[in-house]
RNA sequence: GGCGAGGUAGCUCAGAUGGUUAGAGCGCAUGAUUCAUAAUCAUGAGGUCGGGAGUUCAAUUCUCCCUCUCGCUACCA
């Protein structure tokens, strides 16, 4: 809460990387919060901007584009054009929606580095790094590969193997080989800059510990995690020619690392947008909120204020209103394994139901933790709430001012004292509303403003206009104006929530009016005022659609376990490099688990010539008790380890499954310990 | 292993600087009602607030230990 007012706002909305298409995921967690606050700052006539864009930049880019053989323009080009109509398509209104990849971009973000530069504010480092000399380029870690110096595996990236997740600097790999050029890559000095967060800390510290204990316990337990271990320098270069130069003579080849150019990313697509950029971004009266998902939390709350601190002239975040992450049937989304619901698909699916992926993703968002999106839930949302509650009540208060009333508003007569507390009901309920809003609570927001609705529908079945219309028509001329009074409030109070709906409604109402102040005012519409037939605002959803979609997933479950992207084979090898591997088959002896890790067991294994101590990473799927007795495969040669202090003598055999479980490789029960497998 | 977040009704979640009968929505049951997309309205049944110990006149709310989920981090096949 800010005890502040302030004369502007400024919105951000995490930039969504172009290198894939926009889920669910993205939706709740940052673009449907941002949306629905900043529609609601400017029914509330603010001076508000709302600006994202994509980020374009980073090496995963580089590596889509060579693997699909088109340049790394043209991958951005795609997913910008995809992911911005995506946006347009939910009704997410940024003001600006850019690129890091344009000019303006560009310019700021060097600008930007230049400045710091000539405050001193970088460290230089030199250290050595592989470069290609065919090529002639310093090589990302994801260009290296090479031998995995912990399990062997010959395809291991310079920053992780993939068969061992051993995450990896480039200068660990036995045999390196740039994957540009296929050559050996050579040493060579290179130059980089660092961001020394360190310097920061106590500065940090002051601010968001605090002066920000108001910001959400996640964000703020997450921020104390970080500071409490202690900042480190980070570098902001990166040896690649993807992405903004630096802007430093003798920096040829080097680029802002990505996570430094992105978030710069929101001054330059708000400097697209509008000349008087600077009062957005220099003035105190302007509040700045980043909306995020909680990935992004330490580069929000800690990386991009330190650099905004550093530049001196910027101003800081207010908040940070992080959400956690949404699951969807009880599962991790994921990009790579297709567990999503991908937004255009969706559309597709579901046309013209924006609003109601909208208000299910708000009514569940995860604020406070992670939560589940089932599709059951949301056509029990749909069905219940949108259709049953809001769309009854419209529908109601519609069809019995044209059976009674020929279409036209009738006058307010005299009131009841229920009238008048129905009536005050509605200015407490926006205030209510108001007040979730500001402090960045929607699920608590969207779900107040349906009790308006609900208010409706009581009100019309305690009145029961229906019953006293032969008796007493007078009076239903009161209940039905203050009906629709009620409809035409919802059109303002909902407008941030269900933008599509509402537009909808206030074309049945034929009711222009947009602003927050009017809410609560009795007389939106006049006596007199004709309004349309109704047509349906929300439609039931059957089973049969909700079936299909979980037959969608269940479908890519089954693909995912079936024909699970095969590991590409690695390059093929000489009869004499496989009888450098000295295997053997063994039996577990003794097995423990090593005190403070997670996964790893320490065991005794009997290889019939002698025993070997080897320490496998195996705790999460066996228990020590049920290993010994079992029959294994080990690689005998492979050289001593030293892991958790303990010396690992080999290497147990295991094959992994797509879900990630460990298999023993086993050899039949009449093998000999010590026999050679061949 | 360290750190952070979370574990509250069948489901999804609120809440409490410690204090009378712990809340909401959905679902369920019963009743009312028919203007309405079998929608609505009322009433009700459901919880030893993850487990254990401690502090206190009093703990679900504070402290400690344990356990499960998620994330970051370390170690790692």
Redesign the pocket.
Known sequence: MTAKTYKRYLITSALPYANGPLHLGHLAGVYVPSDIYTRYLRQRDRDVISVCGSDEHGVPITLKARKEGITPQEVVDRYHGINKKAFEDFGITFDIYSRTSNQVHHETASEFFKTLYEKGVFIEKTAEQYYDEEAATFLADRYITGTCP??GNSSAYGDQCEQ????LSPTDLVNPVSTISGSKPVRKETKHWYLPLDKYEPWLKQWILEEHKEWK??V???C???L??GLHPRAVSRDLDWGVPVPVEGADGKVLYVWFDAPIGYISATKELTPDWEKYWKDEETRMVHFIG??NI?FHCIVFPTMLKAEGSYILPDNVPAN??LNLENE?LSTSRNWAVWLHEYLEDFPGKQDVMRYVLCA?A???????FTWK?FQ?RN???L???L??????AI??TH?YFEGKVPELTSLTEQDQATLKEIEIIAQSVERSLENFRF??AI?TAMDLA?LG??Y???T????IIKSDPERVKTILNIALQISANLTLLLDPFLPFSMEKLRGFLNFEGRSWDLIGTESLLAPGHPIEKAS?????IEDEQIEQQLEKLHITKEDNDESAEATPLQPEITFDDFTRMDLRTGTILEAEKV??????IKMQVDLGFEKRTI????A?YFKPEELPGKKVSVLANLAP????GIE?QG??L?SENPDGT?HFVEPSEKAVNGSEIN
């Open positions: 912990h399990c061992c997740g051993t995450s316990p996640n703020y337990g997450q104390k995690s970080w409490d271990q909680k990935d330490v956690e992450f991790k569940n995860p604020e406070n933790k992670d939560n589940d839930d029990n069905n219940n709430e259709v049953a509650i769309g009854n009540f419209i529908n109601r069809v019995l059976k699920r608590e779900k609900r529908n009581k019309l079945a305690d029961e206009p229906w019953k349906l605002l929300f439609e039931k005190p403070k890790t997670k996964k790893l320490v496998s990473g195996v999460e380890r030293k892991i958790k690992s290497m147990i295991l460990l």
